[in-house]
């Protein structure tokens, strides 16, 4: 019997550090982000405009010998001072196109100069070498046009390497 609870634990351990990856993908980001966000405007939204957003979740390295798996934390800015931004979608995709996971239930409005976040971390290596976020946006008027970025972190042995991908808009914002 005293050999049962070491085994169970050797067995169940790779379980638990699989987990985290597994919780992260269903963040909350009306629990998590409370303080940045408002309610929806009810005032027709007429601007809009998205974001395609590189990310790596995985890169090759040393000629392609060794694979290096990063965190990934995708952040939308509201760079407006004055009035909320709507985010409508924010869905992450594989390197060969295929949804990973989608982030919304439903739109949500960031307050003036707030931010909402998304993390991969370092052991979900669903998006792979070509990963990338889709970011979906609207207003009810003008607005300074959002800030959306990933930001990649990770490491082999003692180096470790940190580095940003710009979202690139996918529409022109304006008017419907």
Known sequence: MRFVAPLLASL???LVLVMPALAQSKVD???AFAGSLTPVPKQ???V???FYVPA???VAMSQGKLRVDFSVTLSVHNASETQALVVKRIAYFDTAGKQVESYLKAP???KPLATISIFIPTDDVRG??????IVDWAATG?????VVEALMVGGVANAHYAFISQGRPTRTAGKK
């Open 128 to 133: 792979g070498t070509g990963a990338n976020f």
């Open 44 to 46: 027709e939204l007429s």
């Open 108 to 110: 949500v409005a960031v």
């Open 56 to 58: 790596y979740s995985s």
């Open 29 to 31: 980001i009306e629990q």
């Open 12 to 14: 169940l351990c790779p």
């Open 142 to 146: 003008e607005i300074a046009e959002p």
């Open 48 to 50: 809009s405009g998205g």
